[in-house]
Structure formats: structure tokens, C-alpha cells
């Protein structure tokens, strides 16, 4: 580990931490369950490059996912190397959050400090959500991880050196990665960290824009490059691209998971536009979304305290500075003392001088972190805030500035005036005190012994700082440690006794189980047929119709069409190969009416299954094919069950309002 430090000590201790971040990713993700929607797509493809390279849902290569094929490239390398097995899928995952750990130290101990990063990395690890989303396959975990080589990448750059520039230029490539990860949610942190390539530059003000402009140019470029490779590409000799009206990556990116989650987009005003499946979630759109019921205790225990610190270091950078400009002025210019006296002064002011030089790059550096890792907090935090609807696994995104502010705040405060550190544990534990009031029914007594330990290490701080004993600063030391993270450590532990199920891999949260729209309001109707349907989802396909379907496949390459990705990803599960359509939301026109007509007329397909599990529905292209299969098909008899079970009545009524699904023939 000597990339990290030279210091045997700190070796010893960052190693041991990153073994504590790997049990805590990593305990028993090889028991844990696989988002299914996605893991489809990596399954096809581990299985044909071509689907790898185009980032295929299904094994024919007829429609992507609704996202960008970064994260799934990961995977599908791991499945190709190990096999398909649910832990080779998430192993990318474990992998990358355990390596965020010793990254992070190494990031912020170079702006902050040794002690800073060791709080940052222990921050990081007890972040409930961050420890939930890393045995799950959903993309931002890997976003994550190459946000945080991209942050270390640019911070080492910093430093100068021969291979400066190189590290520079590994800063862009690794956020442009990123974006082929998760698209525009990492792409939002750009103009932070060109910005801080700016502050931080060498040379005249002209030399730095235009560096921070190849940086930013250079991202744009890997951000772009598969994009344009898929543009280029015949629609013929691809897939379908899901999430968008005319079959353009473009739209998928910048409309459907971009514009399109935010501005307040409804369910039902633009079926295409990925707020809408949405709308609500997360809680009600404001300021005080992180801080509410859904996300609150996955991501904010260490928000006020990352927030306190933010402000703290930038009022006293400007002090600092402040202090440093009137320190340069020259006492002597415009006295009309005597010769020795304005050498007295000459003197002094050139001492001043030399001592204000040497403190402006510390000054620098210590200003422009706090404004990249404030500027990271700050935007994502108005973003997740601003759109209509969010997952709270979203805010993972958070995790690493909130815990290098916070561990930079903590450091500092112990290292301030007395009232600091008792100050600061007072915010925090008061903040953990009112989240846990958010879920009252879990883990009651949290939140009593979160305020003890704080009222104990309140007392202690300044008694340890007047006696100056070993023991008691230990002792207090151990007490404000308690006092900011048994919250977080408590909610980030449920996880790893957590009995495996098909919502956790789905929701990605720790804590008390959450639903995969966490946060949105549905009549009391609606949440029934929610959870039913979310129930008989996590059992997988009817075995009766899978028997079915693969008896009287025929030969055919499409055993049937299911309406909906995620419908159809539980019969790709058991390796019946399905046409999934209208995508993920079921709205893309995917086929369209004739393409439909189309395949049953040349004989590659004659069965068509109606899920009742859709997110969608709505488009003009949804409800056409929902006519053409009432109007031109019929229900398989026996193949039929209530509208929980995925399989409805199969009436030829109200196809896709949840009253009729079921199996239908359409020869």
C-alpha cells in the first residue's frame, strides 16, 4: 500500500479499515439477490458480444436497457470470467465500494489532513445506503466508485509532479466513465471539478480557463464516445434503444433520465419522460427532501455536521485571507519617518511578506476543497431536491463529500476552541435524535442511547482538554465517535442480517424494508395492489405458464411477447427466450402495431403474455398494441389467475389496466 503513505503506521491502519469496509460490502453477498431487470441484460450480455457491445436487454439483441450499458460492461466481464452466478454479478459492486475506502483517505488527507481522512474513510463505511447499494447490481455503486478515482486522480494532479498532467487527464477519463455509468447524474459534477482544476492551476488566469476547458472537453469526448458509436450504427444492426420515442441514445440520455426527472413531470404527461414512473417518490419535491422519511436515514446522520464544517472552513478561509492581504501592505509607503526607521519597516514588511507566501498555497488548497467537496454536496443535494421523483438509493451519490466535510469538520473542531467539538456533537446527535423520530417503530431505543452518549461526551471535551490526561481524551474521544455514528453504524449493520428478497435488491436501502417508490402517496387501493403485485413479482414467472410456453415454443425464436422488461426479465430468468415490449416502462414503441403484426404473420411468434406488473402504459405505442391484442387474440384457457399474480383472466378487456392479463394466442 505504498501508493498510500510511506508511514508503516497509517498502512496499518487504512488496511484495516479497508477489511472493515470489505465485511461490511461484502458479508454474505453471495447469498443476496439480483435486481432482475438488470441482471437480464448482464446475462445476455456475458453471453454475445454483440448484446455487450450495444448493451442488450435480451439474448436476441432487440432492445437495450433504459440506461447507459457502463455499469453492465462490469458485470457482464465478471460473468464471463466466473460464470453466471448471482455473486459474480455483484462482486463488481463489493469490489469497487471497498475500494472507495482507502481512496477516499488518500483524497482527503491531501486536502485536510491524516485525521480528516481517517474520519472520511469511517463516515463512508457506516453509510447505510452506501453499504446497501453495494450488494445490489443497480448502477450507482460503480458511479460511485469512478467519481471517487476521478476525485483522487485530480487531487493527486494537485500535488505537481512529472506525471501531473497525466493525472489530470485519468481525472477526465475516469468521470467521463462514470457518465457511461449513470449519464447525467455524474455528469452534473463537471463544472466542480473543472472549477477546481481552475483554482488550483499553475500559471495566468487565461492558461487555467483553457485547461479547465480541455478538462471538461475531454470528459465531454469519453462521455460521448459510445453514444456516437451507437448514432452511427445502423437501427438495423442494433438494438432498440429503450426510454426513448424515436429509437435515439440522445433521448434516452438527455430527455428520459435527464430534463425528464425534473421541472415536474407527472405521471401521465409524458410516458417516455423518466419522472414519470417517478412522480412522488422520494418524498415531496423541497429542500427538506433528504432530510424526510425516505432518504433521511440512509444518507443525512452526517449532513448537518458536513454542512457546519462546509461553512466554518470557507468563513475562516476568507478570514485567512483577509488577514493575509492586509499583512502584505508595506507600513512604510507614505510615512516621512527617518531612513532607519523606514528600514524598520521595510524589514518587517518583507518578514510579513514571506510568511503570507508561504501560507497562500495551504490557503488555496485548504479554499478549494472545501469549495469541490461543498460544490459536489451542494449541487447533487439541489438536483435530488428539484426532481419530481428519486430512489432513494440515489443519494449514494452523496456519501463521499458528506463524509469528507464531516470528517474534516470533526478534526477541526477538536482542534479549535473549547465550545467546538461539544458544539458540533450537540448538531449531529440532535439531528440522529429527530431522523430516528421519522421511524419510531424501529430501533427505539436508538435514538435515547445516541442522545446518552452525547450528553456524555459533551461533559468530557472540556474536562479531557483542562486535564490533558491520555486516558480521558481517549475515553472522550470514544464518546463523540459514538455519539455521531452508532446512528449510521446501526442502520448500515441491519443489512447484513437482512434476509435476502427481491425488494431489497430493488429498493437498495437499509433500515426498516423499504418500497421500491419510497415516499409517494397511493390510496390505500393502490398500495395493495402494489404489494400484491410486488409480492407475486419476487416469486418469478408462473411455472404453469413457463411449462406452457416452452412446450409449445415450436421452434419459433420468440417463445412469446411480454409487456414490459421487467415482466419479462423473470421469464429470460428461467431462460425462455421472450421479445420484451415497450421496454422497461412498457411505452417505447417496441414494437410498434405492425411490427407485431408483422412477427406473428411470418411465424416467429404467436404468443403474447399481459403482465399485470407494468410501470408504464401510457403511450399512444402501448395502447395500440393493447387494442391489436385484444382485437386479434384470445386467452389460452386454464392459463389465468387474479391480477396479483401476473396472470389475469385473459377476458380481452381492459388489456393493461391490471383486470385483464393472462396468455394470449395470437395465430
Not at 469497487?96 to 474513510?121: H, S
Not at 457506516?126 to 450507482?140: E, K, Y
Not at 441514445?249 to 413531470?265: H, K, L, S, T
Request: charged share 10%; glycine share 12%.
Amino acid at each position: 500500500m505504498a501508493w498510500i503513505t510511506r508511514r508503516s503506521s497509517d498502512r496499518a491502519l487504512v488496511a484495516g479499515l479497508t477489511a472493515l469496509a470489505a465485511v461490511m460490502f461484502g458479508w454474505g453477498f453471495q447469498r443476496g439477490r439480483t435486481h432482475p431487470f438488470y441482471t437480464a441484460a448482464v446475462r445476455s450480455m456475458g453471453a454475445n458480444w454483440h448484446d455487450f457491445v450495444y448493451g442488450a436487454f435480451d439474448p436476441a439483441g432487440f432492445i437495450t436497457t433504459d440506461k447507459l450499458p457502463g455499469a453492465f460492461w462490469v458485470q457482464a466481464l465478471s460473468v464471463r470470467m466466473f460464470g453466471f452466478h448471482p455473486w459474480a454479478v455483484l462482486l463488481p459492486q463489493v469490489l469497487a465500494a471497498t475500494a472507495c475506502v482507502p481512496l477516499l483517505f488518500v483524497t482527503v488527507r491531501r486536502w485536510a489532513g491524516r485525521g480528516a481522512g481517517y474520519a472520511a474513510a469511517v463516515g463512508y463505511t457506516l453509510t447505510p445506503v452506501t453499504v446497501a447499494l453495494s450488494r445490489t447490481n443497480i448502477p450507482d455503486a460503480l458511479m460511485v466508485f469512478f467519481m471517487v478515482v476521478a476525485a483522487h486522480a485530480l487531487w493527486r494532479w494537485a500535488d505537481g509532479g512529472r506525471r501531473a498532467r497525466w493525472w489530470l487527464a485519468a481525472s477526465a477519463v475516469w468521470l467521463g466513465v462514470a457518465f457511461n455509468v449513470k449519464m447525467g447524474q455524474a455528469l452534473l459534477v463537471v463544472p466542480v471539478f473543472a472549477g477546481t482544476c481552475f483554482l488550483l492551476g499553475a500559471g495566468t488566469r487565461w492558461s487555467r480557463l483553457g485547461r479547465a476547458a480541455a478538462y471538461g472537453a475531454l470528459v465531454a469526448a469519453v462521455s460521448l464516445a459510445w453514444m456516437v458509436f451507437v448514432t452511427l450504427t445502423p437501427a438495423s444492426q442494433r438494438p432498440y434503444i429503450d426510454g426513448s420515442v424515436h429509437n435515439s441514445v440522445w433521448e434516452m440520455v438527455f430527455q428520459y433520465n435527464g430534463f425528464g426527472r425534473i421541472g415536474g413531470q407527472g405521471a401521465g404527461t409524458d410516458p417516455l419522460a423518466g419522472g414519470a414512473v417517478l412522480s412522488g417518490a422520494g418524498g415531496p419535491a423541497g429542500l427538506g427532501r433528504i432530510f424526510g422519511a425516505a432518504s433521511a436515514g440512509q444518507i443525512s446522520w452526517l449532513v448537518p455536521a458536513a454542512v457546519a464544517g462546509l461553512g466554518a472552513g470557507l468563513w475562516a478561509a476568507w478570514r485567512s485571507r483577509t488577514t493575509r492581504i492586509s499583512s502584505t501592505a508595506d507600513p512604510a509607503l507614505g510615512h516621512a519617518a527617518g531612513a532607519s526607521q523606514q528600514s524598520q519597516h521595510a524589514a518587517g514588511a518583507d518578514s510579513a511578506r514571506m510568511q503570507t507566501t508561504a501560507a497562500a498555497p495551504a490557503l488555496r488548497t485548504s479554499t478549494a476543497g472545501y469549495l469541490f467537496w461543498g460544490g459536489w454536496l451542494g449541487i447533487y443535494a439541489l438536483a435530488f431536491c428539484a426532481a419530481t421523483g428519486i430512489h432513494s438509493y440515489y443519494t449514494s451519490t452523496l456519501a463521499p463529500p458528506v463524509a469528507a466535510l464531516a470528517g474534516a469538520a470533526f478534526v477541526a473542531a477538536a482542534r479549535g476552541r473549547t465550545w467546538h467539538l461539544p458544539a458540533l456533537v450537540t448538531l449531529t446527535a440532535g439531528w440522529a435524535f429527530l431522523a430516528s423520530r421519522e421511524t419510531p417503530h424501529y430501533q427505539p431505543w436508538l435514538r435515547w442511547f445516541v442522545l446518552g452518549a452525547a450528553v456524555l461526551a459533551i461533559a468530557l471535551v472540556p474536562w479531557a482538554r483542562i486535564s490533558r490526561s491520555r486516558a480521558l481524551g481517549a475515553f472522550s474521544a470514544v464518546a463523540v465517535a459514538t455519539a455521531a455514528l452508532a446512528a449510521p453504524a446501526v442502520w448500515a449493520g441491519s443489512v447484513l442480517t437482512r434476509k435476502s428478497d427481491m425488494m431489497g435488491s430493488i429498493a437498495a436501502s437499509a433500515g426498516p424494508p423499504q418500497a421500491m417508490f419510497g415516499g409517494r402517496k397511493f390510496s390505500a387501493t393502490a398500495s395493495k395492489q402494489i404489494k400484491r403485485r410486488s409480492h407475486s413479482f419476487g416469486r418469478g414467472a408462473d411455472p404453469q405458464v413457463i411449462r406452457f410456453l416452452k412446450h409449445n415454443r415450436d421452434g419459433r425464436p420468440y417463445a412469446a411477447a411480454v409487456d414490459g422488461s421487467m415482466a419479462a426479465a423473470t421469464y429470460l430468468a428461467d431462460n425462455v427466450p421472450v421479445l420484451p415490449m415497450g421496454g422497461f416502462t412498457s411505452d417505447a414503441p417496441a414494437p410498434t402495431v405492425q411490427g407485431l403484426a408483422q412477427l406473428v404473420h411470418t411465424g416467429k411468434l404467436r404468443y403474447v403474455v399481459v403482465s399485470g406488473m407494468r410501470m408504464g402504459g401510457r403511450s399512444v405505442a402501448a395502447k395500440d398494441r393493447d387494442a391489436w391484442v385484444t382485437n386479434h387474440c384470445h386467452s389460452v384457457p386454464g392459463l389465468s389467475s387474479d391480477t396479483g399474480s401476473g396472470v389475469g383472466t385473459g377476458t380481452g378487456t381492459g388489456i393493461g389496466t391490471g383486470a385483464a392479463t393472462g396468455v394470449f394466442d395470437c395465430s
